[in-house]
């Protein structure tokens, strides 16, 4: 061959078999529960039954005679070392162990060491704590009622339950552009706390050495460096003292992003006995206590001019963060990224303003697969699009296509001011549309509508902005969002790629492989990935908001890129060419206009750590290291239709079909992609029909349990349809966004709008999720009902 | 009181409380942590193995109850003795889940794969709907099931077990 080379030769991307699963079907992973050091004790939680209480006295003393009972730990006990509460990630403080109240059922009060699990229930039940109760604060939207009862009176001065107030957009602007539409929509709707649920639940094991000092916490974290610098700051301990290995983690979501009080609490149990503590929580309590998602009461309006061009859109919010502000989001935005909430459209204004406050609730709110709140903005800007088009007489996809920005407009500037990387949002859309044979859809409703039966079908359309994030507007507690990453390559050619990131079942030990031996002319085969322990891997902030490929995958592929220069350096040694002669051609370093004359990474790798001499200036061994700060956010996007038959008798929702066009920009591995994407459509399937954490009255809560908090199962989600498009990310290194969220984002709208597009005959306007049987066959007689609130 | 369970064709006698659960006493008594504990209230399926020839949810079964029977759990489903390395040649099942990524972070993996080993052994060809009315029972928060389906439909008709043989079959 003698024509030169113009394309890569080599790619290491496609549809690889997962390296993880050789373990995982063979019922050998790790799990953190699954560990088991000698001398181990265990830790058991007692939580408060009440949601609002003043603790009167705690009486340990039958418990601490338990004969396996080791060690009993109150917020006394914690007080003394100063750890009675923790920051949490909103800049607000959380109790550890209850000194003074419980706010939410399920609070942790006291926390118990024993021989082993069972012993340590036992002596929760030989605790006991004296309550004098307190009225509930439950439903948000009376939490700043004057006289409600003050939460939080922990905090100096506070005398009303209110957390924050923020805003994005132009007001003038907007209200200016509403005073000129033709057509003015608004609608109250409320996207229903959930529980993000991972089927394993939190925990850790925690093993302090006296003598040496160190501190090894074996922890379900999906952000085990962010987790050991709150460590050091809390504890007081040199953080090189403290290693944290999250090992298989079984699903995150969210969930095992914050430190949890059960986690301190295994530490100080370690440091009081001196043996290794763990902590492992039961579903109710991962139900009752963990981080929430969601719980955002939304009132949403949308201005149009009469051939339905849309021209504004407005948000007012009343966000339910519970008792503690444990929201986890970067810090300069207290809503998330809710202020997205423009989504794919071209319009003139928008303006949306967001007030958060204290419930007797658990705490949470950023969690759950919502790329910091973007779940909540898509459902609004697509319920509204949807009722825009039932005003108007619109076809519900004609009024999208109308809409949504052109590919010509990017990179395109929201009217809320992030700056969206790339699209093509019509082409994403009319892929959906020939793939549901949508024309033909319509069709077979209009017929069925004849015969009295109710087909719906739903559309949604989603822009994400995912990869938190440059680190000038984005930090979590004051540690900036930037990813490190490492790699050696070995004398023989094998290369070891270090991350900060920590997988969940996302895959990173192949997909990352993959980024570096694409660009190192490797096979996966021949990377290993190591993540999930600070002794092991460079600083980074760890995985959630969909930030894995777009931050830590591009370090991936810049300090592969890191060691390619520098074997280009050294192949020029070998060849005794100029390193300005060489170019590379997919597989290896060779000679411009004389590809016989090539190196391979494997022959360099052997050269770098041999005899040869190099170039000055040219260390030996081939390994670099880099930092990963994205210069901006990505923007996947895309277009769902849901087709739903309702049967108006017993308001049963059966989703017939899903179709799911994604472009998350280039794709590493479409088999681990697609994959991505039909979980986040369950999830989906979940919130829009079955998922809420209700409460009563008194505040206790109705989802403490699988038997009453629903998860979709087979029998509710329907065999997916996937699309795909591909428009590369222009600011990313390999193209690549984001994916893991974005079906559990897309989803929920196309859903909720397929079932009322099925209740149309029946006048039904809106209905809030979960639409259950009950709350379906309730809108059809004409009433609503408050999903998050038992019925009186 | 004392028990004597056989698990995985191996006789195990230990001294347990008679409030101890099969799931506990597998994982923490006989270190078998391939099974999961997920929910307590049995609606997840995570702890699934099989008692006698069944496939049970472990959380809520005692260990007591397993005294004098079968259990078999993921670690007995690699085929013994097939000599390759790796620990034996998977079964079928196991080959499907990891051919047809029909497991993400693998904590509901071992229960899916009892389950549908059971459903494999009494319908050798089933459906996608019998699939997911087997499995019906069983939660998994990653993969949507759709995958899952697949997997078992590609152990179905990959008997031989091996990927060298099942691409001989097509």
Same mark, same amino acid.
């Given at each position: 061959?003698?024509?030169?080379?113009?394309?890569?030769?080599?790619?290491?991307?496609? @549809?690889?078999?997962?390296?993880?699963?050789?373990?995982?079907?063979?019922?050998?992973?790790?799990?953190?529960?699954?560990?088991?050091?000698?001398?181990?004790?265990?830790?058991?939680?007692?939580?408060?039954?009440?949601?609002?209480?003043?603790?009167?006295?705690?009486?340990?003393?039958?418990?601490?005679?338990?004969?396996?009972?080791?060690?009993?730990?109150?917020?006394?006990?914690?007080?003394?070392? =100063? +750890?009675?509460?923790?920051?949490?990630?909103?800049?607000?403080?959380?109790?550890?162990?209850?000194?003074?109240?419980?706010?939410?059922?399920?609070?942790?009060?006291?926390?118990?060491?024993?021989?082993?699990?069972?012993?340590? =229930?036992?002596?929760?039940?030989?605790?006991?704590?004296?309550?004098?109760?307190?009225?509930?604060?439950?439903?948000? *939207?009376?939490?700043?009622?004057?006289?409600?009862?003050?939460?939080?009176?922990?905090?100096?001065?506070?005398?009303?339950?209110?957390?924050?107030?923020?805003?994005?957009?132009?007001?003038?602007?907007?209200?200016?552009?509403?005073?000129?539409?033709?057509?003015?929509? #608004?609608?109250?709707?409320?996207?229903?706390?959930?529980?993000?649920?991972?089927?394993?639940?939190?925990?850790?094991?925690?093993?302090?050495?006296?003598?040496?000092?160190?501190?090894?916490?074996?922890?379900?974290?999906?952000?085990?460096?962010?987790?050991? *610098?709150?460590?050091?700051?809390?504890?007081?301990?040199?953080?090189?003292?403290?290693?944290?290995?999250?090992?298989?983690?079984?699903?995150?979501?969210?969930?095992?992003?914050?430190?949890?009080?059960?986690?301190?609490?295994? &530490?100080?149990?370690?440091?009081?006995?001196?043996?290794?503590?763990?902590?492992?929580?039961?579903?109710? %309590?991962?139900?009752?206590?963990?981080?929430?998602?969601?719980?955002?009461?939304?009132?949403?309006?949308?201005?149009?001019?009469?051939?339905? *061009? &849309?021209?504004?859109?407005?948000?007012?919010?009343?966000?339910?963060?519970?008792?503690?502000?444990?929201?986890?989001?970067?810090?300069?935005?207290?809503?998330?990224?809710?202020?997205? $909430?423009?989504?794919?459209?071209?319009?003139?204004?928008?303006?949306?303003?967001?007030?958060?406050?204290?419930?007797?609730?658990?705490?949470? #709110?950023?969690?759950?697969?919502?790329? $910091?709140?973007?779940?909540?903005?898509?459902?609004?800007?697509?319920?509204?699009?949807?009722? +825009?088009?039932?005003?108007?007489?619109?076809?519900?996809?004609?009024?999208?296509?109308?809409?949504?920005?052109?590919?010509?407009?990017?990179?395109?500037?929201?009217?809320?001011?992030?700056?969206?990387?790339?699209?093509?949002?019509?082409?994403?859309?009319?892929?959906?549309?020939?793939?549901?044979?949508?024309?033909?859809?319509?069709?077979?409703?209009?017929?069925?509508?004849?015969?009295?039966?109710?087909?719906?079908?739903?559309?949604? $359309?989603?822009?994400?902005?995912?990869?938190?994030?440059?680190?000038?507007?984005?930090?979590?507690?004051?540690?900036?969002?930037?990813?490190?990453?490492?790699?050696?390559?070995?004398?023989?050619?094998?290369?070891?790629?270090?991350?900060?990131?920590?997988?969940?079942?996302?895959?990173?030990?192949?997909?990352?492989?993959?980024?570096?031996?694409?660009?190192?002319?490797?096979?996966?085969?021949?990377?290993?990935?190591?993540?999930?322990?600070?002794?092991? *891997?460079?600083?980074?902030?760890?995985?959630?908001?969909?930030?894995?490929?777009?931050?830590?995958?591009?370090?991936?592929?810049?300090?592969?890129?890191?060691?390619?220069?520098?074997?280009?350096?050294?192949?020029?040694?070998?060849?005794?060419?100029? @390193?300005?002669? +060489?170019?590379?051609?997919?597989?290896?370093?060779?000679?411009?206009?004389?590809?016989?004359?090539?190196?391979?990474?494997?022959?360099?790798?052997?050269?770098?750590?041999?005899?040869?001499?190099?170039?000055?200036?040219?260390?030996?061994?081939?390994?670099? %290291?880099?930092?990963?700060?994205?210069?901006?956010?990505?923007? @996947?996007?895309?277009?769902?239709?849901?087709?739903?038959?309702?049967?108006?008798?017993?308001?049963?929702?059966?989703?017939?079909? $899903?179709?799911?066009?994604?472009?998350?920009?280039?794709?590493?591995?479409?088999?681990?992609?697609?994959?991505?994407?039909?979980?986040?459509?369950?999830?989906?399937?979940?919130?829009? +029909?079955?998922?809420?954490?209700?409460?009563?009255?008194?505040?206790?809560?109705?989802?403490?349990?699988?038997?009453?908090?629903?998860?979709?199962?087979?029998? %509710?989600? @329907?065999?997916?349809?996937?699309?795909?498009?591909?428009?590369?990310?222009?600011?990313?290194?390999?193209?690549?966004?984001?994916?893991?969220?974005?079906?559990?984002?897309?989803?929920?709208?196309?859903?909720?709008?397929?079932?009322?597009?099925?209740?149309?005959?029946?006048?039904? =306007?809106?209905?809030?999720?979960?639409?259950?049987? #009950?709350?379906?066959?309730?809108?059809?007689?004409?009433?609503?009902?408050?999903?998050?609130?038992?019925?009186? | 009181?004392?028990?004597?369970?056989?698990?995985?064709?191996?006789?195990?006698?230990?001294?347990?409380?008679?409030?101890?659960?099969?799931?506990?006493?597998?994982?923490?008594?006989?270190?078998?942590?391939?099974?999961?504990?997920?929910?307590?209230?049995?609606?997840?399926?995570?702890?699934?193995?099989?008692?006698? /020839?069944?496939?049970?949810?472990?959380?809520?079964?005692?260990?007591?109850?397993? /005294?004098?029977?079968?259990?078999?759990?993921?670690?007995?489903?690699?085929?013994?003795?097939?000599?390759?390395?790796?620990?034996?040649?998977? /079964?079928?099942?196991? !080959?499907?889940?990891?051919?047809?990524?029909?497991? !993400?972070?693998?904590?509901?993996?071992?229960?899916?794969?009892?389950?549908?080993?059971?459903?494999? /052994?009494?319908?050798?060809?089933?459906?996608?709907?019998?699939?997911?009315?087997?499995?019906?029972?069983?939660?998994?928060?990653?993969?949507?099931?759709?995958?899952?389906?697949?997997?078992?439909?590609?152990?179905?008709?990959?008997?031989?077990?091996?990927?060298?043989?099942?691409?001989?079959?097509?």
């Amino acid at each position: 061959m003698t024509e030169p080379v113009t394309r890569p030769e080599h790619t290491a991307y496609g @549809p690889v078999k997962r390296k993880e699963d050789a373990r995982f079907v063979r019922g050998q992973g790790n799990f953190t529960d699954d560990i088991q050091l000698p001398g181990m004790l265990h830790g058991a939680i007692l939580r408060s039954p009440l949601a609002h209480a003043r603790i009167v006295s705690i009486d340990t003393l039958a418990a601490e005679s338990h004969p396996k009972v080791k060690a009993v730990i109150t917020g006394e006990t914690l007080e003394q070392r =100063r +750890l009675a509460w923790m920051p949490t990630l909103s800049q607000d403080v959380q109790a550890v162990l209850a000194t003074d109240k419980v706010r939410f059922q399920g609070q942790e009060i006291a926390f118990v060491v024993a021989e082993d699990r069972y012993s340590a =229930r036992d002596a929760l039940e030989l605790i006991n704590v004296e309550y004098e109760q307190l009225p509930p604060v439950v439903d948000a *939207t009376k939490a700043l009622d004057p006289g409600a009862p003050v939460i939080r009176d922990d905090l100096a001065g506070k005398q009303d339950n209110h957390i924050f107030d923020w805003e994005a957009g132009d007001k003038a602007a907007t209200d200016a552009a509403f005073a000129s539409a033709d057509v003015v929509v #608004g609608q109250d709707m409320l996207y229903p706390r959930s529980h993000p649920a991972p089927l394993e639940t939190c925990g850790a094991i925690a093993d302090f050495s006296e003598v040496s000092g160190q501190l090894t916490v074996w922890a379900t974290s999906q952000a085990p460096h962010a987790h050991r *610098t709150l460590y050091a700051l809390m504890l007081g301990l040199p953080e090189h003292k403290i290693r944290i290995i999250s090992p298989d983690i079984g699903g995150g979501f969210g969930n095992k992003v914050p430190i949890y009080p059960g986690y301190l609490c295994a &530490i100080v149990g370690s440091m009081i006995t001196g043996k290794p503590v763990k902590w492992f929580e039961d579903r109710s %309590e991962n139900l009752m206590s963990t981080t929430f998602a969601r719980d955002y009461h939304m009132h949403g309006e949308i201005a149009a001019t009469s051939d339905g *061009t &849309i021209i504004g859109l407005r948000a007012k919010v009343l966000a339910d963060h519970g008792a503690f502000n444990g929201s986890a989001q970067p810090s300069k935005f207290p809503a998330g990224f809710f202020h997205i $909430f423009t989504g794919s459209y071209d319009l003139r204004a928008a303006h949306c303003e967001v007030t958060g406050v204290y419930t007797n609730k658990s705490p949470g #709110g950023v969690a759950y697969s919502c790329s $910091f709140r973007i779940t909540e903005a898509v459902y609004l800007v697509e319920r509204m699009v949807d009722l +825009l088009a039932l005003e108007l007489g619109m076809d519900a996809a004609e009024l999208r296509m109308k809409n949504l920005l052109r590919p010509e407009q990017f990179p395109y500037t929201c009217p809320t001011g992030w700056e969206y990387d790339s699209g093509n949002y019509p082409r994403a859309l009319q892929v959906a549309m020939d793939i549901a044979d949508y024309p033909e859809l319509r069709r077979e409703q209009a017929e069925k509508r004849e015969r009295g039966e109710y087909m719906g079908i739903g559309l949604s $359309f989603f822009t994400e902005g995912v990869g938190a994030g440059p680190r000038k507007h984005m930090d979590i507690l004051g540690l900036g969002m930037a990813d490190g990453a490492s790699l050696r390559v070995h004398p023989t050619g094998k290369a070891v790629l270090s991350v900060s990131c920590q997988t969940q079942g996302q895959g990173h030990e192949t997909t990352f492989a993959q980024i570096v031996a694409h660009e190192l002319g490797l096979s996966p085969d021949d990377v290993d990935v190591v993540h999930g322990d600070t002794d092991r *891997t460079p600083f980074g902030l760890g995985t959630y908001g969909s930030r894995s490929t777009p931050v830590s995958g591009a370090a991936a592929a810049v300090v592969a890129r890191k060691v390619r220069e520098r074997a280009k350096i050294v192949a020029s040694a070998m060849l005794e060419v100029s @390193p300005d002669d +060489l170019e590379w051609s997919g597989r290896r370093w060779q000679v411009r206009g004389d590809p016989e004359k090539a190196r391979d990474i494997a022959e360099i790798a052997m050269a770098a750590h041999g005899a040869i001499e190099l170039p000055d200036g040219v260390e030996g061994h081939l390994d670099a %290291e880099t930092v990963y700060n994205p210069p901006n956010l990505t923007h @996947p996007f895309g277009a769902y239709i849901c087709v739903t038959d309702v049967d108006p008798g017993t308001g049963q929702v059966q989703i017939r079909r $899903f179709i799911a066009v994604d472009d998350c920009g280039v794709r590493i591995n479409p088999m681990i992609v697609e994959g991505q994407v039909h979980g986040g459509l369950a999830d989906g399937v979940g919130m829009a +029909l079955m998922q809420v954490i209700a409460f009563d009255s008194n505040g206790n809560c109705l989802g403490g349990s699988f038997m009453d908090y629903l998860l979709p199962t087979t029998m %509710e989600c @329907p065999s997916w349809e996937l699309g795909a498009t591909v428009t590369p990310s222009p600011h990313h290194p390999i193209g690549a966004k984001g994916v893991g969220e974005s079906a559990t984002v897309g989803s929920p709208p196309a859903i909720v709008n397929s079932v009322l597009d099925a209740l149309r005959p029946f006048g039904v =306007r809106h209905a809030d999720m979960p639409l259950t049987p #009950g709350c379906v066959w309730t809108a059809i007689q004409g009433r609503s009902l408050r999903s998050d609130l038992a019925v009186p | 009181m004392q028990i004597t369970v056989n698990v995985n064709g191996a006789d195990y006698s230990r001294d347990v409380e008679a409030r101890l659960l099969l799931i506990h006493f597998l994982r923490d008594d006989l270190g078998l942590t391939g099974s999961h504990w997920g929910c307590d209230t049995s609606n997840c399926g995570a702890c699934v193995v099989w008692l006698d /020839d069944t496939p049970v949810k472990s959380c809520t079964v005692l260990a007591a109850m397993a /005294d004098g029977r079968k259990v078999r759990t993921v670690e007995d489903l690699a085929m013994k003795g097939a000599g390759e390395a790796g620990g034996g040649r998977l /079964d079928p099942i196991q !080959q499907g889940f990891a051919e047809c990524h029909g497991l !993400q972070c693998g904590f509901c993996t071992p229960g899916m794969m009892m389950t549908a080993r059971w459903l494999l /052994d009494r319908i050798p060809d089933p459906s996608p709907e019998e699939i997911r009315e087997a499995l019906s029972g069983q939660i998994c928060r990653c993969t949507g099931y759709e995958n899952i389906v697949r997997s078992v439909l590609w152990a179905s008709k990959h008997t031989g077990g091996s990927v060298a043989s099942a691409e001989a079959d097509e």
